[in-house]
C-alpha cells in the first residue's frame, strides 16, 4: 500500500518534524536533497514526500515539472523555515501554485 508521508528537509526544519512525529530525512545541501529525493520517489510504499523549499527550488525545471505530473507520490514543497516577517501576503502561496497549475499569474482579491 502506497500511503506512507516521508520527510526531506535540512536539519533547521527537522526538529519540528521530529517533534511532530516524523522521521525526516535530512540533507545538507540542496545537490544531496535532490539525489535522496529520487530514491525517495521511488519506494513502493510512498504516498507523500513533503521536501523543503529550498531542495525542491534546486531541482532543474524539468524534473520539478515531471514531478508535478507524477499521480504517487505526491511532492509537495514546504518553506524553509524563516525568522523573518515574510515580504509577501497569506495570498502569495496561493497566487504562486495557481500560476505553476494554469501557466499564468492571478490576483486574488
Request: glycine fraction near 8%; aromatic fraction near 6%; include cysteine.
Amino acid at each position: 500500500m502506497r500511503d506512507r508521508v516521508q520527510v526531506l528537509c535540512g536539519p533547521a526544519a527537522a526538529a519540528g518534524f521530529r517533534l511532530a512525529g516524523f522521521v525526516p530525512e535530512e540533507v545538507g545541501d540542496p545537490a544531496a536533497g535532490s539525489r535522496r529525493l529520487a530514491a525517495m520517489i521511488d519506494q513502493p510504499d510512498a504516498g507523500v514526500v513533503l521536501v523543503e523549499e529550498a531542495v525542491h527550488a534546486a531541482l532543474p525545471e524539468a524534473d520539478r515539472r515531471a514531478l508535478a505530473r507524477r499521480p504517487l507520490p505526491l511532492v509537495i514543497p514546504f518553506p524553509s523555515p524563516a525568522w523573518a516577517r515574510a515580504p509577501e501576503g497569506p495570498d502569495a502561496f496561493i497566487v504562486e501554485l495557481l500560476r505553476q497549475a494554469i501557466g499564468y499569474r492571478v490576483k486574488l482579491g
